[in-house]
């Protein structure tokens, strides 16, 4: 109940910051302390309750999810009674899609206050519980129409028929899927961000159908359909939901004739996201993507000439503080390899999009695209590798990053807003109270 009262006294807060004084203002006001303590309650007993699980299960479930755990591998199976996690030893071979009959007990999930917790981890992903003792048996009848066994089935087209930085790429642009040595290379150019699934693969992948639907009537509808295949293969992660809801309600805003701001889709589209799985604020995903999307919607305040040396140097500030606060270091390239890597990897992703389709072309036409961009994302890595020798050093202290990141972002979403210096004052007491709670 405290937590509730806290946060509808926040909403007050920023509503007060910008009441103007003329009535429907005032409504508006009272309207933001109302949705903030009943969403806020509302919250407050969905994470606190803990769900009521059966003893034992035996179902038949469906895989959808697998991935690398230690030894062995994290499978969720779906099932009539919810999402289940288990550990499994790779000899099983289960892959996305399959069709299996299970029976296991049930535990809850581990819920750790120090380090990785498994139980947010899960939760934000929509997981139950987990299972042990698990007994698994193939059914011979498989799901035809079932969404996980296409992605595993293109999952494995892409492994079989592409070179090895385009395979990469494509599965973390259709998929969601990491590559290790990928992801280590971006790590070390501080351009990490690249290969989560966010707004930038969203706007990419939506903006191509939208342009080459210029001049169709049902555009913005096709767009929100595809937009929905394309958040449901890459496996609904809380980044790429963020990016697609806000999209959509964009795309909506075109259809009916008004337009929404940036910040607004933003906002809205955290807060739909918390009402439906509350779990997102401790996934790193959802924290990185919101902050992102907010600093990108401030850059309105600087002129287009400097818009992108100014973006790129803000996003890396305002996410220094949550970077550093849950990986321990942050390179110090990423302030500059950013400014080339966003845009040259925009055009390399549709490039690579682009040879997904002309793989199969006759006469070695699609292979030669694909051999384009091979070449292109090895020469462009090659160039990253260069500019990271010279700065080789990391952030590892992050007690002030969190301090100096809430600090820009404010002033620039104030400036945005256009604020004074009270108001700028008492927006920025909410967003560290609100802030310090991300960083938990």
């Not at 069709?99 to 581990?110: D, F, N, T």
């Not at 997981?127 to 042990?132: A, I, K, N, Q, T």
Request: aromatic content about 14%.
């Amino acid at each position: 109940m405290l937590s509730s009262l806290i946060a509808g006294f926040i909403m007050l807060a920023l509503g007060f910051c910008s009441y103007d004084g003329t009535p429907h203002a005032f409504y508006v006001l009272v309207l933001c302390f109302v949705v903030g303590l009943l969403g806020s309650s509302f919250l407050a007993y969905r994470v606190g309750n803990e769900l009521i699980l059966a003893d034992r299960i035996s179902e038949k479930a469906v895989v959808a999810f697998e991935r690398p755990w230690g030894s062995k591998r994290a499978v969720v199976f779906k099932t009539a009674k919810g999402k289940y996690v288990a550990d499994v030893s790779p000899s099983l071979a289960l892959r996305e899609g399959d069709s299996v009959e299970i029976k296991a007990s049930i535990l809850p999930l581990e819920n750790k206050s120090t380090g990785f917790n498994p139980y947010t981890y899960w939760r934000s992903r929509g997981v139950r519980g987990r299972l042990v003792g698990l007994q698994t048996t193939k059914s011979r009848k498989a799901y035809s129409f079932s969404l996980y066994r296409w992605r595993s089935f293109l999952r494995r087209w892409v492994l079989l028929n592409f070179p090895p930085r385009v395979r990469g790429y494509l599965l973390t642009l259709l998929f969601g899927v990491k590559d290790p040595d990928l992801a280590q290379l971006h790590s070390k150019w501080g351009t990490s961000h690249l290969l989560a699934v966010s707004g930038f693969h969203v706007a990419l992948v939506v903006g191509i159908v939208f342009r080459a639907l210029k001049k169709a009537k049902w555009k913005v509808q096709i767009s929100l359909l595809l937009l929905f295949f394309y958040l449901a293969f890459t496996g609904f992660a809380a980044s790429a939901m963020r990016a697609g809801l806000m999209t959509a309600f964009v795309l909506i805003g075109k259809m009916i004739g008004r337009p929404i701001r940036t910040l607004q889709a933003v906002s809205l589209a955290a807060v739909c996201l918390l009402l439906w799985r509350p779990w997102f604020v401790w996934d790193v995903g959802w924290k990185l993507s919101v902050m992102s999307a907010l600093t990108i919607g401030c850059t309105g305040i600087f002129s287009k000439r400097i818009s992108l040396l100014t973006s790129s140097a803000l996003l890396w500030m305002v996410t220094a503080g949550i970077v550093l606060t849950i990986f321990g270091s942050l390179p110090v390239v990423g302030l500059f390899s950013n400014l080339i890597a966003i845009p040259v990897f925009a055009l390399l992703f549709f490039v690579v999009l682009l040879s997904t389709p002309l793989v199969i072309l006759p006469f070695g036409l699609g292979t030669l695209v694909v051999w384009f961009a091979e070449k292109a994302l090895l020469v462009f890595e090659w160039l990253l590798n260069f500019l990271a020798s010279f700065m080789p050093m990391s952030i590892t202290e992050p007690w002030h990053w969190p301090i100096i990141s809430i600090a820009i972002l404010f002033v620039i979403l104030t400036k945005r807003l256009n604020f004074g210096f009270f108001r700028s004052i008492c927006v920025s007491s909410c967003g560290l109270v609100v802030y310090m709670i991300l960083l938990s």
